[in-house]
């Protein structure tokens, strides 16, 4: 069985790959995705970007760059803002007082709950956590509210970054710095939409050696037949639809 939606539009940010040509330049020669940096926030208020950590920024930005007009939220995440943990880990550790605002960030739905509060969202949110197919889980999420209420447009937005140096025995190296969002409705009828099925099927041989949500931004750069991600004895696929 296939299951159609639209996604009417898309952001995406890792270091050194910041615009959709950039993602496109990386979609055709796969690098894999180190370094530093933050992107600009300038554009969202002090006391708001006072309360983001490094992640809480790359989420905020690609968030902010969709319009959404009060879309059902969906995010999702591997590992959260684990580096705020294990701040407060340390602090308890050393018999400090706790920082309120990094335990706020560090709870899995903090990011949604302050992203719904600065875009004057009240639509209800949902926050993901499923281990290496967390983005899978989102997007089957965001297909369901779209079946169950024709209409409804979604803003999906899945991020993560590599667990701190605290983990390391439990450490996924192909976890990447990474922040994507997407605005998705049923399938409509326009020509400035990218639309795609959804389908499940017996598991293939061959496994996905990347992120989920990287593999996807692939997807959306107009790279390979689709998008396939295994899980259990089944198979994913997302391919466009013309």
């Known amino acids: 069985?296939?299951?159609?939606?639209?996604?009417?539009?898309?952001?995406?940010?890792a270091?050194?790959?910041?615009?959709?040509?950039?993602?496109?330049?990386?979609?055709?020669?796969?690098?894999k995705l180190d370094g530093k940096g933050v992107p600009l926030v300038d554009d969202l208020p002090m006391m708001f970007r006072r309360r983001l950590g490094r992640l809480g920024r790359v989420v905020m930005r690609t968030a902010c760059d969709i319009p959404q007009n009060g879309a059902h939220m969906v995010f999702s995440s591997r590992y959260g803002e684990s580096s705020q943990t294990v701040k407060l880990l340390q602090d308890l550790a050393k018999n400090e007082p706790l920082s309120p605002t990094k335990f706020s960030t560090?709870?899995?739905?903090?990011?949604?709950?302050?992203?719904?509060?600065?875009?004057?969202?009240?639509?209800?949110?949902?926050?993901?956590?499923?281990?290496?197919?967390s983005f899978l889980h989102a997007l089957l999420e965001t297909v369901a509210l779209l079946i169950e209420k024709p209409g409804r447009s979604v803003l999906l937005v899945h991020y993560d970054e590599p667990l701190p140096e605290f983990y390391e025995?439990?450490?996924?190296?192909?976890?990447?710095?990474?922040?994507l969002a997407m605005h998705l409705v049923g399938r409509q009828?326009?020509?400035?939409?990218?639309?795609?099925?959804?389908?499940?099927?017996?598991?293939?041989?061959?496994?996905?050696n990347m992120d989920g949500a990287?593999?996807?931004?692939?997807?959306?750069?107009?790279?390979?037949?689709?998008?396939?991600?295994?899980?259990?004895p089944k198979t994913w696929k997302c391919q466009t639809h013309v």
């Open 189 to 208: 009828d326009s020509d400035e939409k990218l639309d795609v099925t959804i389908s499940c099927e017996d598991k293939l041989d061959d496994p996905c």
């Open 169 to 179: 025995p439990f450490v996924d190296h192909d976890v990447p710095m990474l922040s």
């Open 214 to 232: 990287l593999s996807f931004i692939r997807f959306l750069t107009g790279q390979g037949d689709g998008w396939v991600w295994p899980m259990g």
């Open 1 to 13: 069985m296939q299951y159609f939606f639209s996604i009417l539009d898309w952001a995406a940010w």
């Open 15 to 31: 270091p050194g790959v910041d615009t959709e040509e950039k993602w496109r330049e990386w979609g055709r020669s796969p690098v």
């Open 106 to 133: 560090s709870v899995h739905n903090g990011l949604a709950g302050l992203f719904s509060i600065h875009s004057k969202n009240t639509a209800p949110h949902t926050v993901i956590a499923a281990g290496k197919n």
